[in-house]
């Protein structure tokens, strides 16, 4: 993605608010990572015009990467609406997958149609250590689709995210970056310089990390 992009995405996420810091509050990630910094994708689509810069992001992504595919994807909860979005604005079919089988009915975690031996592009709206995303990789490989990219709309940038999507086979492509981000969010001062070195130093190292002692 050029800089502009990345910088037009990171400045929709942060007029509505979808990224917060909060190093003196930190948060747990459902992996137990502590973290300063939270991420709230779901708040795009309460905001439609941050939301369409979005869309025409993922849009405008697939062009730019030339990404060939029949069916878009997207993992409950966070990247349905996107995918949905797409699909219609691309005219192409849509599904979804469901973090885990469900316990009635037919049991299955995608919904919307077969995938068998279809290309399927997979969207996500934030990918942290990338167990969600992988696992609706799998899920979709096991139904007989070919999967080989996810997009999504931004990454913490984990290296063992990294290193799980290159051992899986799927290159993870992102509408803007962290480094974005904290640009942005420096030029508003959205924190001060003492809480910029403390979530860098989290970004260095995520799961060595500790909060300070108040």
Do not use: C
């Amino acid at each position: 993605m050029s800089s502009n992009t990345k910088r037009s995405i990171a400045k929709a996420l942060l007029d509505i608010g979808a990224v917060g810091f909060s190093p003196r509050s930190p948060i747990t990630f459902k992996s137990g990572i502590v973290s300063p910094v939270y991420v709230d994708n779901r708040r795009l689509i309460y905001h439609p015009q941050e939301w369409q810069i979005i869309v025409d992001g993922f849009t405008s992504a697939i062009h730019d990467l030339s990404l060939g595919f029949d069916i878009v994807a997207g993992v409950a909860v966070g990247g349905v609406p996107h995918s949905s979005a797409l699909g219609y604005i691309l005219r192409k079919p849509a599904v979804f997958i469901r973090k885990e089988s469900k316990g009635h009915g037919t049991g299955q975690r995608i919904e919307g149609g077969d995938v068998a031996g279809r290309r399927v592009l997979l969207l996500e709206d934030l990918v942290t250590t990338g167990g969600s995303s992988l696992s609706a990789v799998t899920a979709l490989r096991e139904a007989g689709a070919i999967v080989a990219d996810v997009i999504a709309i931004v990454s913490y940038g984990f290296a063992a995210a990294a290193s799980a999507f290159a051992a899986a086979k799927v290159s993870l492509h992102t509408l803007t970056d962290f480094v974005t981000i904290l640009e942005l969010a420096e030029e508003r001062a959205l924190y001060s310089a003492d809480d910029e070195d403390i979530i860098r130093a989290w970004f260095r190292d995520p799961h060595a990390w500790e909060p300070a002692q108040t």
